[in-house]
C-alpha cells in the first residue's frame, strides 16, 4: 500500500509527455498577445517541463504552415506566415507618421545600441529634440539601457522587442542593409553624410512628418 502511494505522488510531479508540453506551449502563446519567454513559459507549466525543447519541437511543426512560431529577442510567438501577410490587410490602415528626425534617431538607434543621445547628435550632427525621444519611447519602439561608464553616466538607448516584432525580427543584427532599404524605397539615392549607419540620411531637426506609411504600417 505504502509502494502504491509512493508511486501515486512522484506520478503528480512528473513531467507530461513532450507531445502534451508541445500543446500546452501552443495554447500559451495563441492565447499571449505579447511574445513569451522560455522561463515564463516554464513558469506556467507543469513542475518539469521542457519549454525550450517543446518550443523547438512546435517550430518545427509549424514549418510551412500558414502560422509560424518565431523568436523575438529572447521571446516567441505565433504570427502569420510573411508571405500570408496580404491576406490581413485592414481596409482601413491606420499610419504611424514619424519626422525625419524621428526617423533617422530609431535608425542610429537600431544600429548603433547600446547609444546615448549625446553619441546620437554626434551621428547626426544636430541636436536631438526632447519631444523625439518621447515619441519613440511612447510607441515602445526605445527603451533606456544600461548607463555607460564613462563621465556623468549618461543613459543609453536601446530598440525594443516591440520593435523587433512589428518588424519581424529576431534580433536587431537581423536589420536590413543600406542595399535593402533602398531597394524598399526607404532612403533616398544620394550619397550618406557623415558617418550614419548604413548611409541613412541627416535631415534637420525641424522637419515635418512624413508618410512612411510602407514601413510604419500597423
Excluded at 58 to 64: A, V
Excluded at 70 to 94: C, H, I, N, S, Y
Excluded at 162 to 181: C, I, N, T, Y
Aim: net charge negative; charged share 30%; hydrophobic share 40%.
Amino acid at each position: 500500500m505504502a509502494e502504491e502511494l509512493e508511486e501515486t505522488e512522484d506520478s503528480l510531479f512528473e513531467a507530461p509527455v513532450m507531445a502534451e508540453q508541445e500543446r500546452m506551449v501552443e495554447a500559451i502563446l495563441f492565447a499571449s498577445a505579447e511574445p513569451v519567454s522560455v522561463a515564463e513559459l516554464n513558469a506556467r507549466m507543469p513542475h518539469g517541463a521542457d519549454a525550450a525543447e517543446a518550443l523547438q519541437l512546435l517550430r518545427k511543426r509549424y514549418e510551412g504552415r500558414g502560422v509560424r512560431l518565431v523568436k523575438v529577442g529572447d521571446a516567441w510567438a505565433l504570427r502569420t506566415a510573411p508571405d500570408l501577410g496580404f491576406l490581413m490587410q485592414r481596409e482601413v490602415v491606420e499610419t504611424r507618421k514619424l519626422s525625419r528626425a524621428a526617423i533617422e534617431t530609431l535608425a542610429i538607434i537600431a544600429y548603433h545600441q547600446p547609444v546615448t543621445r549625446a553619441e546620437i547628435e554626434e551621428i547626426r550632427g544636430v541636436s536631438v529634440s526632447r519631444g523625439t525621444v518621447d515619441q519613440l519611447l511612447e510607441m515602445d519602439w526605445i527603451r533606456f539601457g544600461r548607463r555607460k561608464m564613462s563621465p556623468g553616466r549618461p543613459v543609453t538607448f536601446v530598440v525594443t522587442e516591440e520593435f523587433l516584432d512589428h518588424f519581424g525580427l529576431e534580433s536587431a543584427r537581423d536589420l536590413p542593409g543600406l542595399k535593402e532599404l533602398r531597394a524598399a524605397g526607404l532612403l533616398e539615392n544620394r550619397p550618406p553624410p557623415g558617418n550614419l549607419p548604413d548611409g541613412v540620411g541627416v535631415p534637420d531637426e525641424d522637419d515635418g512628418p512624413e508618410d512612411q506609411s510602407e514601413m510604419f504600417e500597423e
